[in-house]
């Protein structure tokens, strides 16, 4: 079974708006950390946000938010107010209770589109 | 500046002509990783390293071979690259426990 689901291929928003992306997670640890990074078409990964499983609140930075549903194993990422510079790549990614090896395990990743 | 930097970001080479790519992070972080990405198959862990002297595989480390003589540096070793190990590699480091940063990513194509 999958790990993490990125059931999005592709998306497209309008600039200025809110965009959601969306991410499943399956684990039966109480501990794991959920990631999201970005890949431009440069190619590179860049960290955007990070949640705990036992952070009581969502996390944000700021025009990254996610949205952390616990009890159905969502982590969703919400951009708001895209920027055109936002068209790229989304990867979630979970890091499972104490892994010793660090691996993240990532989903297949979401392309979104900023429209002008 | 904080920063994971792999070197080369792009290389063709041959197959069987052995190659390295580096890594070095600044940040004193005790974790690296590298990853391959791949169409279809997303990123995968080939080995990663919690301290110097200490490596250990990850989920994909056939044809491959890393090192940790020093905190910032974790090569990656291609003895004998083949075809099917053309890929994007990313480096990646961490404090214990923490968020990875990844570098600019290498890409690698084996003729």
């Known amino acids: 079974a999958q790990k993490i689901t990125q059931t999005q291929p592709g998306m497209f928003v309008q600039e200025k708006e809110a965009v959601t992306l969306d991410c499943t997670y399956d684990?039966?640890?109480?501990?794991?950390?959920l990631f999201w990074y970005k890949q431009p078409s440069s190619g590179e990964m860049i960290f955007l946000i990070y949640?705990?499983?036992?952070?009581?609140q969502n996390a944000t930075e700021g025009r990254y938010s996610l949205n952390f549903q616990k009890a159905r194993k969502s982590a969703n990422l919400v951009i708001s107010a895209s920027q055109l510079g936002d068209s790229a790549m989304y990867f979630c990614?979970?890091?499972?209770?104490?892994?010793?090896?660090?691996?993240?395990?990532f989903g297949g990743g979401t392309r979104l589109m900023v429209k002008p | 500046e904080a920063q994971v930097t792999q070197n080369p970001r792009y290389l063709i080479t041959v197959t069987g002509k052995k190659l390295t790519v580096t890594c070095s992070q600044n940040?004193?972080?005790?974790?690296m990783s590298w990853y391959r990405q791949d169409p279809g198959l997303g990123l995968r862990q080939i080995y990663y390293?919690?301290?110097?002297?200490?490596?250990d595989k990850g989920d994909v480390p056939e044809g491959y071979k890393v090192s940790r003589k020093e905190k910032r540096n974790f090569p990656l070793i291609l003895e004998s690259p083949s075809p099917n190990q053309t890929s994007l590699y990313f480096c990646?480091?961490?404090?214990?426990?923490?968020?990875?940063?990844f570098g600019a990513g290498t890409r690698l194509s084996v003729l």
């Open positions: 990614a979970m890091r499972e209770g104490n892994n010793a090896g660090n691996m993240l395990t």
């Open positions: 940040m004193n972080h005790e974790y």
């Open positions: 390293s919690m301290n110097v002297e200490v490596t």
């Open positions: 949640q705990g499983s036992y952070d009581q």
């Open positions: 990646a480091s961490a404090r214990q426990g923490n968020i990875q940063y």
């Open positions: 684990t039966s640890d109480p501990s794991y950390g």
